[in-house]
């Protein structure tokens, strides 16, 4: 994950967290919350971040919103 800037960093380990405590996968709101405040503004900056991390393979959408770490990233790498 070091490869990734600052931002994208944080999205991966608030999701790498929600998953080791069995949360399972989690929206936008969810994650902006846990490091911002959860107003739309900063919802909808997580959600772009989000998208770009599924479509480059670090996360996975299980659902339209519903990210989680892909299963090949789950050790970091």
Not at 21 to 46: F, H, M, N, T
Not at 48 to 76: I, Q, T
Request: with cysteine; glycine share 6%; aromatic share 4%.
């Amino acid at each position: 994950m070091t490869v990734l800037s600052p931002d994208y960093q944080r999205i991966m380990h608030v999701l790498a967290e929600g998953e080791r405590s069995d949360e399972g996968p989690a929206i936008c709101r969810q994650v902006a919350r846990l490091d911002l405040e959860p107003v739309p503004a900063k919802i909808e900056g997580v959600r772009p971040k989000a998208k770009r991390l599924a479509a480059r393979r670090w996360l996975v959408e299980n659902n339209p919103g519903s990210f989680s770490v892909a299963a090949s990233r789950a050790d970091g790498s």
